[in-house]
């Protein structure tokens, strides 16, 4: 079975600290792409990043860094110097089909910036 | 760069009625995707559209009907609405391997 889990459901922290969402994932392909999205409060899905499984090299972009670790089926967010813009629902996904492909959402992280 | 166009963006209706929803890709995707995303939920894979032909279905309900046309835009079509149907629709297109997978703003329904 193809399943995203994010454990964490609601994380709180006061601006300019590091926060990590974690993104845990279960496939039997070997081909699969990984995705997280911003969900701000007016709705729109906004995309992040993409990662394929073959590429394991971790990437950062400006305050944003994610880890990603086959071994343990996980794919990690970090926000570097959090700040209240931040704020917003966060979804990791999973999609395993070449084509056609359909994404699996975990259920979301609500994160919290307080000024 | 031009994204995906859905529309409207908002849509009230009554228990009962019809919608239909819209959504336009990005020029030279080949597969379009829709989700619904109810209040406090993940969005969940209704249906998608390969070269204007379905190409895979999730948890769509029988009242749900969709199809793409020629000029590759896609269509939500929802009878007989339920108060469970209020919901964030998302349309979603994308290059082959999953280039460019890209969402539109959504539409949010409101059925009363």
């Known amino acids: 079975a193809q399943k995203v889990t994010q454990a964490q459901t609601e994380i709180s922290v006061v601006e300019k600290e590091d926060v990590t969402l974690d993104c845990v994932y279960e496939?039997?392909?070997?081909?699969?792409?990984l995705f997280w999205y911003k969900q701000p409060p007016s709705g729109e899905l906004v995309f992040l990043i993409r990662?394929?499984?073959?590429?394991?090299q971790n990437e950062i972009s400006g305050r944003y860094s994610w880890n990603f670790q086959k071994s343990t089926s996980s794919f990690n967010f970090t926000i570097t110097a959090s700040q209240v813009v931040d704020s917003a629902v966060y979804f990791c996904?999973?999609?395993?089909?070449?084509?056609?492909?359909?994404?699996?959402f975990g259920a979301g992280t609500i994160l919290r910036v307080k000024s | 760069a031009a994204g995906v166009i859905q529309s409207p963006r908002h849509l009230i209706k009554e228990k009962r009625e019809t919608a239909t929803l819209k959504c336009y890709p990005i020029?030279?995707?080949?597969?379009v995707y829709w989700y619904q995303q109810g209040p406090g939920q993940d969005p969940q894979f209704l249906i998608s559209?390969?070269?204007?032909?379905?190409?895979d279905k999730g948890s769509i309900p029988d009242r749900f009907s969709a199809q793409q046309f020629s000029d590759y835009h896609s269509e939500l079509n929802m009878s007989s609405l339920e108060l469970g149907d209020s919901a964030l629709y998302f349309c979603?297109?994308?290059?082959?391997?999953?280039?460019?997978?890209?969402f539109g703003s959504g539409t949010r329904l409101t059925v009363v």
């Open positions: 979603a297109s994308s290059l082959p391997l999953m280039h460019g997978y890209t």
């Open positions: 496939t039997r392909d070997t081909t699969y792409y």
């Open positions: 990662r394929n499984s073959f590429d394991e």
């Open positions: 996904a999973l999609s395993w089909q070449e084509y056609g492909n359909k994404l699996v």
């Open positions: 020029p030279r995707h080949d597969t």
């Open positions: 559209f390969y070269e204007k032909m379905q190409s």
